[in-house]
């Protein structure tokens, strides 16, 4: 049995080494450990060596002992004796594997851990563990144990965008790798694990026991003694000589960097360590601007610093010109609940979009239980009947689930879906109105979902990199032209009309007076103690941003930060972002404007067209797709008709009749430039006024005025002669009717 096994085995490595997707040895590619990935802006410029942070490739001979011992007591304890295979490692994890069920116990030794960098993607299979054993041992013949370790110093990652240990250590701690304390040492050697969970910078608690914890090893393995151990532990972290925000300054590049390993699906110890050439979309000056309107700290109720984040995408390519996120976690393309930012997406423009409402539609907004989920207002206030448009810019929420309720959960989502946004079976409610999902959405993804409404309903993806070279090879592309549509462009447009009523006069209206048309709209979400989300997400003709708040919900914001806060830093980027104002929006061809009547909107809650003759402050106007327009035209009450005049000429005399004479109107005639007010009588509700003063010969003309202007609409002109009477009515009656 154990001799059909090791045959079995043999078969299997002789099938794995002439398989053509083995990877050989390539002593280049070693080599290339000494060269680093470049990243470049929009304009070809040089971005990589931020600050001055980025370190040099330092030689083990430069490091203190303490500094290589403590990184082998963590990674590879036996790392000086064996062959690059730690086979007693290897059968230790494969038994609390076998018995945990599953494969989560490591046995990669430090040589295995530069071949994984160096050579392999990250896909788990038996062929590639094979294929790594291989490489292992033939990089252990090929260099000794100072080289593997120098050159596995170089490339692992820290956290904050730093490679190798110079970088690392300049980073946190403001100095060169060979002046580390033993303590510093140790804490390096810590972070590998979990660079960001354990940084010195957000989690200096876990740092130390962390630290703690690999000075305790180096001690067992005899590296260090008592004394110096509990020395080391003692020591505080100096963070003096670091300017811990110009570590995070560098989001935009760690982004990048993240999204580049996802393009060539590799490790970013693989990617920062080869001379790829990596393109972005990003723009110095944009970023100066995003930089400069984040700089006001938000603290969350226990004092700490909130999370920041902020995005900026140009409308015509989807890349990202500038990005900057201030927090503890690592929050590229973080996953949050986003309130009622998501309304747009989910609910009004695909709403739109399917002709079941204008923006001009009533709805009554008022508490209201939908089977069982009852949603409430802001500070429980409820509007009444109300517009889409107004509903909009107030962010009711009622309103919102009840459009929701009327096109159906799964259009919706199917219109999400189209947008980029990602959805569970959870979410087939109608909670979604109001932001709220089970895995939360990507802030990426709701950026993307904006940006389709900045394209006129066509959908783009988001992206940092615009391309990717090795050795002059172009290996990714991103497309910044064509996109998917979405929405119709008219319907996109309406969006974005009511979106602008947001930062008008809505719950964005400290945007009201930027100087061009900016598109947006606010969310809010947390728990009763406070809140733990708080966004802007808008667009003008240019560009598409979102703006972002968060805490955890053990320790949120404050209940005044809400989602006006992050429109107030969107205000601070927009007035010095532009050199050059943006063109506001332009309106499609088959979008009109209609007149519609108050009164018939505010007692049947209807759409009527104003009739001709309703008064300016009887109406209000709205926008329409030209062939989803009200029909109906409101009916004029009679006690609102204008007055109308008719003549009647008895015997030489005229007779005037005022019809719908009111009690604050009265009748004139005008002879040769002079007016003259008329005495009128009434007789079975008929008035009237007989002018015997018309006598000289001319032309005389009769109006009704009220507060000093003519609003009759006929205006009569009689004209004496001197002919029989007879003649004289048969000249009227041709004349005049």
Same mark, same amino acid.
């Given at each position: 049995?154990?001799?059909?096994?090791?045959?079995?085995? @043999?078969? #299997?490595m002789?099938?794995?080494?002439?398989?053509?997707d083995f990877?050989?040895f390539?002593?280049a590619?070693?080599?290339e450990?000494r060269k680093?990935? =470049?990243?470049k802006d929009?304009?070809g410029?040089?971005?990589?060596?931020?600050?001055?942070k980025?370190?040099?490739?330092?030689?083990v001979s430069e490091?203190?002992?303490y500094?290589l011992?403590?990184?082998?007591s963590t990674?590879?304890?036996?790392f000086?004796r064996?062959?690059?295979?730690?086979?007693? /490692?290897i059968g230790?994890?494969?038994i609390?594997?076998i018995?945990?069920?599953?494969?989560?116990?490591?046995?990669?030794t430090?040589t295995?851990?530069?071949?994984k960098?160096?050579f392999l993607t990250?896909?788990k299979t038996l062929?590639?563990?094979v294929?790594e054993?291989?490489?292992?041992?033939?990089v252990?013949?090929?260099?000794s144990?100072?080289?593997?370790?120098e050159?596995?110093l170089n490339?692992i990652y820290?956290?904050?965008?730093?490679?190798?240990?110079?970088t690392?250590?300049?980073?946190?701690f403001g100095k060169?790798a060979?002046?580390?304390?033993l303590?510093?040492?140790? @804490?390096l050697?810590?972070?590998?694990?979990?660079?960001?969970n354990?940084?010195p910078?957000?989690?200096?608690?876990?740092?130390i026991?962390?630290?703690?914890?690999v000075l305790?090893?180096m /001690?067992?393995n005899?590296?260090?003694d008592?004394n110096?151990c509990e020395?080391?532990?003692?020591?505080k972290?100096?963070? $003096?000589?670091?300017?811990?925000?110009?570590?995070?300054?560098?989001s935009?590049?760690?982004?990048a960097l993240i999204?580049?390993?996802l393009i060539?699906?590799s490790?970013?110890e693989?990617?920062l360590?080869?001379?790829?050439?990596?393109?972005?979309?990003?723009?110095g000056?944009?970023?100066?601007?995003?930089?400069s309107?984040m700089n006001?700290? =938000?603290?969350?109720l226990?004092?700490?610093?909130?999370s920041r984040?902020a995005?900026?995408?140009?409308n015509?390519?989807?890349?990202v $010109?500038?990005?900057?996120?201030?927090s503890k976690?690592?929050?590229?393309?973080i996953?949050?609940?986003? @309130?009622?930012?998501i309304?747009?997406?989910?609910?009004y423009?695909?709403a739109?979009d399917?002709?079941a409402?204008?923006?001009?539609t009533?709805?009554?907004?008022?508490?209201?239980?939908?089977?069982?989920y009852?949603?409430?207002?802001f500070n429980?206030k409820?509007y009444?009947?109300?517009?889409?448009?107004?509903a909009?810019?107030?962010?009711?929420n009622t309103?919102a689930v009840? &459009?929701?309720?009327?096109?159906?959960v799964?259009?919706?989502i199917?219109?999400l879906?189209?947008?980029?946004?990602?959805?569970?079976?959870q979410?087939?409610?109608?909670?979604i109105?109001?932001g709220?999902?089970?895995?939360?959405?990507?802030?990426q993804?709701?950026?993307?979902g904006?940006?389709?409404?900045?394209?006129?309903? &066509?959908y783009?993806?988001?992206?940092?990199?615009?391309e990717?070279?090795l050795?002059?090879?172009?290996l990714y592309?991103?497309?910044t032209?064509n996109?998917a549509?979405?929405?119709?462009?008219?319907s996109?447009?309406?969006?974005?009309?009511?979106l602008?009523?947001?930062?008008?006069?809505?719950?964005?209206k400290v945007?009201?007076?930027?100087g061009f048309d900016?598109a947006?709209k606010?969310g809010?979400a947390?728990v009763?103690s406070?809140?733990?989300d708080?966004l802007f997400?808008?667009?003008?003709?240019r560009?598409?941003?979102?703006?972002w708040? @968060?805490?955890?919900?053990?320790?949120?914001?404050g209940?005044?930060?809400?989602?006006?806060?992050s429109a107030?830093?969107a205000k $601070?980027?927009?007035?010095?972002a532009?050199t050059t104002?943006p063109?506001?929006f332009?309106r499609p061809?088959?979008?009109?404007?209609?007149?519609?009547?108050?009164k018939t909107?505010?007692e049947?809650?209807a759409?009527a067209?104003?009739?001709v003759?309703?008064?300016q402050?009887?109406?209000f106007?709205?926008?329409?797709?030209?062939?989803?327009?009200?029909?109906?035209?409101a009916?004029t009450?009679?006690?609102?008709?204008?007055?109308?005049i008719k003549i009647?000429?008895?015997?030489? *005399?005229?007779? *005037?009749?005022a019809?719908?004479?009111?009690?604050?109107?009265?009748?004139?005639?005008? #002879?040769?430039?002079?007016e003259?007010?008329?005495?009128?009588?009434?007789?079975d509700?008929?008035v009237?006024?007989?002018d015997k003063?018309?006598?000289e010969?001319?032309?005389?003309a009769y109006?009704?005025?009220?507060d000093?202007?003519i609003?009759?609409n006929?205006e009569?002109?009689?004209?004496?002669?001197r002919i029989k009477?007879k003649?004289?009515?048969?000249?009227f009656e041709n004349?005049f009717?």
């Amino acid at each position: 049995m154990i001799a059909l096994c090791v045959l079995a085995s @043999g078969i #299997f490595m002789i099938a794995c080494v002439t398989d053509k997707d083995f990877v050989k040895f390539d002593a280049a590619k070693m080599n290339e450990n000494r060269k680093k990935a =470049v990243f470049k802006d929009s304009q070809g410029q040089s971005m990589e060596l931020d600050a001055g942070k980025q370190g040099k490739y330092v030689s083990v001979s430069e490091l203190n002992d303490y500094t290589l011992n403590a990184f082998v007591s963590t990674e590879d304890k036996r790392f000086y004796r064996h062959h690059g295979l730690d086979l007693k /490692r290897i059968g230790s994890a494969l038994i609390k594997n076998i018995f945990s069920g599953s494969y989560k116990e490591g046995a990669s030794t430090i040589t295995q851990q530069l071949v994984k960098n160096t050579f392999l993607t990250n896909k788990k299979t038996l062929k590639r563990k094979v294929n790594e054993m291989f490489l292992t041992l033939k990089v252990e013949q090929e260099y000794s144990k100072k080289e593997i370790l120098e050159m596995y110093l170089n490339t692992i990652y820290f956290g904050a965008n730093a490679y190798g240990i110079e970088t690392a250590s300049k980073t946190y701690f403001g100095k060169s790798a060979s002046k580390l304390t033993l303590a510093e040492s140790a @804490g390096l050697a810590g972070m590998l694990k979990a660079p960001n969970n354990y940084s010195p910078v957000y989690n200096p608690d876990k740092y130390i026991s962390r630290r703690n914890l690999v000075l305790n090893l180096m /001690r067992e393995n005899g590296f260090i003694d008592d004394n110096l151990c509990e020395a080391a532990k003692e020591e505080k972290i100096d963070l $003096s000589a670091v300017d811990t925000r110009a570590a995070t300054e560098k989001s935009y590049l760690d982004a990048a960097l993240i999204e580049a390993c996802l393009i060539l699906n590799s490790k970013q110890e693989q990617m920062l360590n080869k001379p790829y050439i990596v393109k972005t979309f990003y723009d110095g000056g944009l970023q100066a601007a995003l930089k400069s309107s984040m700089n006001t700290e =938000v603290k969350t109720l226990s004092g700490d610093s909130a999370s920041r984040c902020a995005y900026v995408v140009n409308n015509i390519t989807g890349g990202v $010109s500038s990005y900057i996120g201030y927090s503890k976690y690592n929050i590229y393309n973080i996953k949050r609940q986003v @309130g009622s930012a998501i309304k747009p997406l989910a609910v009004y423009c695909p709403a739109l979009d399917l002709k079941a409402i204008t923006p001009a539609t009533p709805v009554l907004d008022e508490k209201t239980d939908f089977d069982g989920y009852s949603p409430n207002n802001f500070n429980d206030k409820y509007y009444g009947w109300t517009t889409m448009r107004r509903a909009v810019a107030d962010s009711m929420n009622t309103a919102a689930v009840k &459009v929701l309720n009327s096109i159906g959960v799964s259009a919706s989502i199917g219109y999400l879906n189209k947008n980029g946004i990602k959805t569970s079976e959870q979410d087939r409610n109608l909670s979604i109105a109001l932001g709220s999902f089970y895995n939360g959405v990507s802030l990426q993804e709701l950026l993307a979902g904006y940006l389709t409404l900045a394209n006129s309903g &066509v959908y783009k993806s988001v992206g940092f990199v615009d391309e990717i070279s090795l050795n002059g090879k172009v290996l990714y592309k991103k497309n910044t032209e064509n996109g998917a549509r979405v929405f119709r462009a008219e319907s996109a447009y309406l969006m974005t009309d009511m979106l602008k009523t947001v930062a008008d006069s809505g719950t964005a209206k400290v945007l009201s007076d930027i100087g061009f048309d900016v598109a947006g709209k606010t969310g809010t979400a947390g728990v009763k103690s406070g809140n733990t989300d708080a966004l802007f997400c808008g667009y003008d003709t240019r560009n598409t941003y979102l703006f972002w708040l @968060g805490a955890e919900s053990s320790d949120p914001l404050g209940s005044e930060i809400t989602g006006n806060a992050s429109a107030r830093m969107a205000k $601070s980027f927009l007035e010095s972002a532009y050199t050059t104002l943006p063109s506001n929006f332009a309106r499609p061809a088959d979008i009109v404007e209609k007149k519609l009547d108050k009164k018939t909107f505010s007692e049947k809650h209807a759409l009527a067209v104003a009739g001709v003759d309703c008064k300016q402050n009887e109406a209000f106007t709205e926008l329409f797709e030209i062939d989803n327009c009200p029909a109906v035209v409101a009916e004029t009450p009679e006690n609102d008709l204008p007055p109308e005049i008719k003549i009647v000429c008895e015997n030489g *005399i005229p007779v *005037i009749f005022a019809d719908n004479l009111k009690d604050n109107q009265r009748l004139f005639r005008e #002879f040769e430039g002079k007016e003259t007010k008329l005495k009128t009588e009434e007789i079975d509700g008929v008035v009237f006024a007989t002018d015997k003063k018309a006598a000289e010969n001319g032309i005389y003309a009769y109006y009704v005025k009220q507060d000093g202007k003519i609003v009759s609409n006929v205006e009569f002109y009689y004209k004496k002669v001197r002919i029989k009477e007879k003649e004289n009515r048969k000249w009227f009656e041709n004349w005049f009717w």
